[in-house]
């Protein structure tokens, strides 16, 4: 895959962040931007028929830089905790307020 | 010695959990003896290093240094920690109540601390990442923490912007590992001038500070600052108005130091950004009526009132003076919003219009609030006034520069005195419960100000390793600026805030929307792309 494809997946990301008017495509938007910058660095670490850096029998000729890969599941796990706490967030904020549209909670006063 | 800065990070982490584990009664003194704890470990630290921070750097199991986690810490770094420790003891000491059963609260805030010290001390770049987005996290849960809707439409709006700034950060993260090869700080800050003019490089310094703009509240994007801080508890609000916001200045000041080799010259555009911080900042905390709003629309245009010092140079008076700012603007601002707490608590209403009567009713909690009031306007003799002075001094030379300040002082000036009507009037309500601990806590934070204020150049020689001797700070031409500032808040709050004209109720209305905030966000992120990368 190209980088310049996740570019793309990234732009799309901070699009429907700068667009949407609902907080679930909000959060959604997040995630997109967040799949984005991780295919862009695993695609920077990724050698063309590079092998897996993991030391074993398969750790011949040129092995993929092993550091991206480590340091995106950290990034994954991290991405899903920031989604699961904005969707509880956003189940609260429906109880309260009966909307999840960005207009109406952020134009009302206090919510019940 | 050399592993204090791994205990300063896991021992309030830890008591966090094992509080969250056994929800006892007595458990909540475990808080008080692991902030004792840090506090011995840190000073023990700084008695080991003081002076020599070269050989602080500490990788973790013996990795080499291109691909281990390392801490390492200076001057900076270390004068930081001393605040927020001094931070968590007096919101702990704040929220501190006999067998009350807060654990969630107690781990929460712990957990933070432990976050906010590895923020501060570490050497590499994606756990300055890792250590923003947790800050994000828990920040966010400590701001929905009063369940109400104000508090999670709050929280929200938070979590996501602020996500989406830190993701940013990230990108500027590969960026750099992908020139660099490795993401030590102090391995790409040795290596940059080899780069300094690739494109690339200043692209992920672009990325890198749209992140930190975000995190910490820069002009387009601070629309969730007073969102957040206004509906948090109150000592939550002075953790984060005092301290958390400043974990984004302190991200700044050490990629500045990282691209110090670079290409770069970021001293105009961030004094502009500070400048716009500053003034419409103060534009917004004019036209407000809610105390707490008031105070964090202040946090905003003080962040300003830093960043125009900030971005100066490393070794000039007037960066100092923006890192002296925020240690001043930590304490008064941390005092000013747990006595608005105080006050809020015993009347039962926010609204600056309906509180009266407060001196006669809480003679101590008013005498702190004007201290602190008399700190942030810059009066002589407060520490505000020092960094003031200082930023002042480093920008006499330049006109504009100078009347920007002038500016935002009057305006500081002028909603302060708004809001020190709320001492004036006839006692309307009697305290029933006198909370000590509260009241300690303020004293402290009161006695920071005023010692500050007073004695700043041991202080700073100490903990800074810098000379501010040569600055001449108590001169009549300040005292005077000050009084003059004083009489023209005076006079615009009678004649233009008072009536309440219909640009007032404007500003006051305005709400910026999410997917509004979002596009600034971009917007930003082009222009900065423009400024540094393309011309």
């Given at each position: ?10 732009l ?46 398969a750790f ?12 995106m599941?950290?990034?994954i ?8 706490l ?12 009966g ?6 909670i ?7 | ?15 966090a959990?094992?509080?969250y584990?056994?929800k ?6 475990l ?12 000073v ?6 003081q ?22 810490n ?7 920690m ?7 003891w ?28 590895g ?7 994606f ?15 400590l701001i ?53 003019d ?49 974990g ?7 990629m ?10 970021y001293t ?6 500070g400048?716009l ?8 905390a ?18 300003g ?15 100092y003076?923006?890192?002296?700012h ?6 008064f ?44 306007t ?17 920008i006499?030379?330049s ?21 020190s ?11 029933r ?17 005023v ?7 041991p ?12 600055v001449s ?24 805030i ?17 997917e ?6 971009v ?12 011309f």
């Amino acid at each position: 895959m190209d980088p310049l494809l996740t570019f793309v997946v990234i732009l799309i990301g901070f699009y429907g962040l700068s667009t949407s008017k609902n907080i679930i495509k909000s959060v959604f938007s997040v995630t997109i931007i967040e799949s984005g910058v991780i295919l862009l660095f695993l695609n920077l670490g990724n050698l063309e028929g590079g092998s897996v850096p993991i030391v074993g029998e398969a750790f011949t000729g040129i092995v993929s830089d092993p550091l991206p890969q480590a340091l995106m599941i950290t990034t994954i796990v991290i991405g899903s905790t920031v989604t699961a706490l904005a969707l509880m967030l956003c189940i609260k904020v429906f109880h309260h307020y009966g909307t999840v549209e960005w207009r109406e909670i952020l134009r009302r006063g206090e919510g019940k | 010695m050399f592993l204090i800065p791994v205990y300063l990070i896991f021992v309030p982490v830890l008591t966090a959990l094992v509080i969250y584990v056994f929800k006892n009664k007595h458990i909540n003194y475990l808080a008080l003896v692991s902030q004792v704890i840090v506090t011995v470990l840190l000073v023990l630290y700084h008695n080991e290093f003081q002076g020599s921070y070269a050989d602080t750097l500490f990788v973790f199991g013996n990795w080499s240094e291109r691909v281990g986690i390392s801490l390492v810490n200076d001057e900076i770094s270390v004068s930081f920690m001393f605040l927020s420790v001094f931070s968590w003891w007096m919101v702990l000491i704040y929220t501190f109540e006999k067998g009350k059963p807060n654990h969630n609260f107690l781990f929460f805030l712990l957990f933070l601390q432990g976050v906010f010290l590895g923020l501060l001390q570490t050497n590499d770049l994606f756990n300055m990442f890792v250590f923003l987005e947790l800050m994000t996290i828990i920040v966010t849960i400590l701001i929905a923490f009063k369940k109400t809707g104000d508090a999670f439409r709050a929280g929200i709006y938070y979590v996501l912007l602020n996500t989406a700034g830190v993701l940013a950060f990230l990108m500027g993260i590969i960026f750099l590992y992908n020139i660099f090869g490795t993401i030590n700080i102090l391995v790409i800050s040795e290596n940059m001038h080899l780069v300094g003019d690739e494109t690339a490089v200043k692209f992920s310094y672009v990325l890198l500070m749209s992140g930190i703009a975000v995190k910490s509240a820069l002009f387009p994007v601070f629309s969730w600052l007073p969102r957040a801080h206004g509906v948090a508890q109150s000592a939550i609000s002075a953790l984060l108005s005092g301290l958390i916001v400043k974990g984004g200045l302190y991200v700044f000041i050490r990629m500045n130091m990282m691209f110090a080799d670079a290409n770069l010259n970021y001293t105009d555009f961030f004094y502009v950004v500070g400048a716009l911080t500053a003034v419409v900042g103060v534009m917004f905390a004019l036209s407000q009526k809610d105390m707490k709003q008031i105070l964090a629309y202040h946090t905003v245009s003080q962040i300003g009132i830093v960043m125009m010092g900030l971005s100066s140079p490393h070794d000039t008076e007037i960066f100092y003076g923006g890192l002296l700012h925020i240690f001043n603007h930590a304490l008064f601002k941390s005092l000013l919003f747990l006595g608005a707490g105080a006050i809020i608590k015993v009347y039962g209403n926010k609204k600056v219009a309906d509180v009266r009567g407060v001196m006669r009713t809480m003679p101590f909690v008013s005498a702190v609030m004007i201290i602190g009031m008399l700190s942030i306007t810059g009066a002589p003799f407060f520490n505000g006034f020092i960094s003031k002075a200082i930023i002042k001094y480093g920008i006499m030379d330049s006109g504009i520069k100078y009347w920007i300040l002038f500016v935002v002082n009057i305006g500081t000036a002028t909603s302060f005195i708004k809001m020190s009507q709320i001492f004036f009037g006839p006692q309307t309500i009697t305290v029933r419960i006198k909370k000590r601990m509260q009241n300690v806590s303020m004293m402290m934070l009161a006695l920071g100000c005023v010692l500050l204020g007073n004695f700043y150049i041991p202080i700073t020689e100490g903990y800074f390793g810098f000379e501010l001797r040569e600055v001449s700070v108590t001169t009549w031409k300040n005292f005077f600026d000050y009084f003059l500032a004083l009489s023209l808040g005076f006079l615009f709050y009678r004649y233009v805030i008072a009536p309440d004209y219909k640009p007032v109720r404007y500003i006051r209305g305005y709400q910026m929307s999410f997917e509004g905030s979002n596009y600034v966000f971009v917007i930003f992120l082009v222009v900065m792309t423009l400024y540094f990368v393309v011309f």
